[in-house]
């Protein structure tokens, strides 16, 4: 059964930063491309980072150049480095695993991230 667990989140000043993790478990890691997204109140989840095996990645043009995603294959996991956080990146941050383009995909439940003076 695959089970993805976010965590880091929380309430941070304006120009802050935080480290979201997830930690993955009952998949083959390292052959899954894992995203993150998140999803603002009255707003559609969207896209926020994501990395394919190979470290190849691609960023929200809103995140570009603050957030960076990485992975560590070796203990499952994947990162969110958010720099720089505005009051618009408040959200609901998921963790999301797919193995191909079509193939079932997998979530987190999320955590919450606060940006706010």
């Known amino acids: 059964q695959v089970q993805l667990v976010e965590s880091g989140g929380g309430l941070v000043q304006p120009g802050g930063s935080l480290r979201l993790s997830c930690a993955a478990s009952?998949?083959?890691?390292?052959?899954?491309?894992m995203s993150w997204y998140r999803q603002a109140p009255g707003k559609e989840r969207e896209l926020v980072a994501a990395i394919k095996p190979g470290d190849i990645t691609n960023y929200a043009i809103s995140v570009k150049g603050r957030f960076t995603i990485s992975r560590d294959n070796a203990k499952n996991m994947v990162f969110l480095q958010m720099n720089s956080l505005k009051p618009e990146d408040t959200a609901v941050y998921y963790c999301k695993a797919q193995l191909r383009i079509g193939w079932p995909e997998y979530w987190g439940q999320g955590t919450q991230v606060t940006v706010s003076s």
């Open positions: 009952g998949l083959a890691f390292s052959s899954y491309a």
